[in-house]
T-cell receptor, first 113, second 114 residues
């Protein structure tokens, strides 16, 4: 089944404790992206990647890191999480053309205490 | 700066009536336009998109959207709403020629009452 998977689905952590949210897709997509969803703000793009070793900042990259060492994986790293990073996070992927729609993962609900 | 506006936080409609969820954008050139839907506790699902050509785009679940270049709008429509259409709807835009960045609106909650 074609899908985007994220792990963990739920995470409660404390301020400053490094964490990684994994994202993997099995559709051989070039483009992958991370978003955060907050009430009243919609989805805001954190980082995106057009292909292996090619990443770029979205609208809210501060406090996040990403890497794209393999085509199928695009982990999101919070090196020192803070409470304002409490949010619902989505990973998405698509083929490489700009007109392609994105396939979304199920989401990761992160709470930083 | 690029932006997408969904002016209504919530749209209420009776089952069987037509529905419209509004979206306007501010992006240079002729962007690609998308609509996504999010059901409770789920990820986003693609509904439809505008690339070029006919201004009326048909998508999944009976939804359609009308692209209006002069008004920079891309309103989502459905002739007859179902209770099962109740969900959160997002409009998104991407520039055609430069950035791969995707800008989402703030979302509109659609509530279809029986």
């Amino acid at each position: 089944e074609a899908q985007v998977t994220q792990n963990p689905r739920y995470l409660i952590t404390v301020t400053g404790k490094k964490l990684t949210v994994t994202c993997s897709q099995n559709m051989n997509h070039e483009y992958m992206s991370w978003y955060r969803q907050d009430p009243g703000l919609g989805l805001r793009q954190i980082y995106y990647s057009m292909n292996v070793e090619v990443t770029d900042k979205g609208d809210v990259p501060e406090g996040y890191k990403v890497s794209r060492k393999e085509k199928r994986n695009f982990p999101l790293i919070l090196e020192s999480p803070s409470p304002n990073q409490t949010s619902l996070y989505f990973c998405a992927s698509s083929p490489g053309q700009r007109y392609n729609e994105q396939f979304f993962g199920p989401g990761t609900r992160l709470t930083v205490l | 700066a690029q932006s997408v506006a969904q002016p209504e936080d919530q749209v209420n409609v009776a089952e069987g009536n037509p529905l419209t969820v509004k979206c306007t954008y501010s992006v240079s050139g002729n962007p690609y336009l998308f609509w996504y839907v999010q059901y409770p506790n789920r990820g986003l699902q693609f509904l439809l998109k505008y690339i070029t050509g006919d201004n009326l785009v048909k998508g999944s679940y009976g939804f359609e959207a009308e692209f209006n270049k002069s008004q920079t709008s891309f309103h989502l429509k459905k002739p007859s709403a179902l209770v099962s259409d109740s969900a959160l709807y997002f409009c998104a835009v991407r520039e055609r020629d430069s950035s791969y960045k995707l800008i989402f609106g703030s979302g509109t909650r659609l509530l279809v009452r029986p």
